[in-house]
Nanobody
Framework: VQLQASGGGLVQDGGSLRLSCSAS????????VGWFRQAPGKEREFVAT????????YYGDSVKGRVTVSKDYAKTTVSLQMNSLKPEDTAVYYC??????????????????????WGQGTLVTVSS
């Protein structure tokens, strides 16, 4: 199954972007759908994840308070609304999914190796 991330682009410092993740209508069949990002020369970093029910969300410390992950039931996508963007948010953003429930989710879901499926990324560039 291919995950598809979209919505990246060029935005000015302080601006907003909304990213979307879809999986051929299967997006809501995964137990968790998450977002990671990777800047040039840096390791992949956890951004956010959401559970199937949509009731539980986790956020990375570097983006907490500035991003919101949500499920769009009409479009069967998972969205990442990013506000107050900074140049250091510049990265390729990836969506990922996990099929199975995991204990201690708030810890393990911040780690890329615990996701089963990955999509190609979408580039977000924040200019100063």
């Amino acid at each position: 199954v291919q995950l598809q991330a979209s919505g990246g682009g060029l935005v000015q410092d302080g601006g907003s972007l909304r990213l979307s993740c879809s999986a051929s209508g299967r997006t809501f069949s995964y137990y968790y759908v998450g977002w990671f990002r990777q800047a040039p020369g840096k390791e992949r970093e956890f951004v956010a994840t959401i559970t199937l029910s949509g009731d539980t969300k986790y956020y990375g410390d570097s983006v907490k308070g500035r991003v919101t992950v949500s499920k769009d039931y009409a479009k069967t996508t998972v969205s990442l609304q990013m506000n107050s963007l900074k140049p250091e948010d510049t990265a390729v953003y990836y969506c990922a999914a996990r099929d199975r429930r995991i204990a201690s989710a708030s810890y393990y879901l911040t780690l890329a190796q615990y996701y089963d499926y990955w999509g190609q990324g979408t580039l977000v560039t924040v200019s100063s």
